[in-house]
């Protein structure tokens, strides 16, 4: 992921809770979704830190509904403290 500053994910076949749990706050999701022109391309990781964030990157409860459904559960909820989101489009 470039433009990510110490960010490693690893894709493996059942593989949750293979890696130990940290503090760094951030939060990768990996989501369906349709590029948004000049905004967010397919496969491309965007760093959000609010759903005012996500609307910038055109994604909204009209364009990308489902992605930003997920997204806005997360900062709304917010079980523990959550600096930033990374999020990344595979297509639909």
Do not use: W
Request: proline share 4%; hydrophobic share 40%.
């Amino acid at each position: 992921m470039t433009g990510l500053p110490n960010v490693s994910i690893s894709l493996v076949r059942n593989g949750l809770g293979l890696v130990a749990e940290t503090n760094d706050n951030t939060v990768a999701m990996i989501l369906p979704g349709v590029a948004v022109v000049d905004k967010i391309a397919l496969n491309e990781p965007k760093a959000i830190y609010s759903t005012d964030g996500a609307n910038e990157l055109g994604i909204s409860t009209t364009s990308n509904a489902n992605a930003y459904r997920h997204i806005s559960g997360l900062f709304s909820a917010r079980a523990h403290p959550c600096g930033q989101s990374i999020v990344q489009y595979l297509g639909d």
